[in-house]
């Protein structure tokens, strides 16, 4: 069965500081599919990346990056300089491709606070 | 665009009655998906229809729950006999059709959040 782990519940940063956010999953699954997502105060879940599991490079998008290890099943997120409007709960989430993408499995979240 | 809308955005009902999310998609999104959050949790998966067929209703958690598609654009979850413990916010996404098996990026609505009393 898949499963997602977020292993840290809340983490509080002073503005400008690094941070990474935690994601390790289990699944039986040789191709499968990796997604952060973004949920701010407002409510509404934003997309950030989703990664298949036979790209292992690491991206890096502005002020975000993304590190998978296939070896450690992990894909943490890192904010570099945080600001205050990345304060909110991201959401780590596993699709198994065997399911033809149907079934997410999200993580239970880190919930993030950037303070000025 | 417009992206996926939901209605109504709150709703509270007494236990035992029957209530109707809806769920408009974005246009021209042939994949919709179903979830429910509870507080402090992830979204958890319920139901996935491509065009009008329900092509995963897995995670729907007994047969008080039911969705339809009917014309393959505007959904509805329909929960009978309502519990207090069916009280959550009601996720709604969307996403342009999963091709080869690859999922392709969900556009979430707002969310009807639901209190039972």
């Known amino acids: 069965a898949q499963k997602v782990t977020q292993a840290q519940t809340e983490i509080s940063v002073v503005e400008k500081e690094d941070v990474t956010l935690d994601c390790v999953y289990e699944t039986r699954d040789t191709t499968y599919y990796l997604f952060w997502y973004k949920q701010p105060p407002s409510g509404e879940l934003v997309f950030l990346i989703r990664r298949n599991s036979f790209d292992e490079q690491n991206e890096i998008s502005g002020r975000y990056s993304w590190n998978f290890q296939k070896s450690t099943s992990s894909f943490n997120f890192t904010i570099t300089a945080s600001q205050v409007v990345d304060s909110a709960v991201y959401f780590c989430a596993l699709s198994e491709a065997y399911n033809y993408g149907q079934n997410f499995v999200f993580g239970p979240g880190t919930r993030l606070s950037v303070l000025p | 665009g417009a992206g996926v809308s939901q209605t109504p955005s709150n709703k509270v009902t007494e236990k035992g009655k029957y209530v109707e999310l809806r769920c408009d998609p974005i246009?021209?999104?042939?994949?919709l998906y179903w979830y429910r959050q509870s507080l402090g949790q992830g979204p958890e998966f319920l139901i996935y229809?491509?065009?009008?067929?329900?092509?995963?209703d897995s995670g729907l958690p007994n047969d008080r729950f039911f969705a339809v598609r009917p014309e393959g654009s505007v959904s509805t979850l329909k929960i009978q006999r309502t519990e207090r413990g069916d009280s959550a916010v009601y996720l709604c996404?969307?996403?342009?059709?999963?091709?080869?098996?690859?999922?392709?990026?969900?556009?979430f609505g707002p969310g009807t959040r639901l209190t039972v009393l």
């Open positions: 996404a969307s996403s342009l059709s999963t091709l080869a098996g690859i999922p392709g990026e969900q556009f």
């Open positions: 229809f491509q065009g009008t067929g329900a092509a995963d």
């Open positions: 246009s021209g999104h042939t994949a």
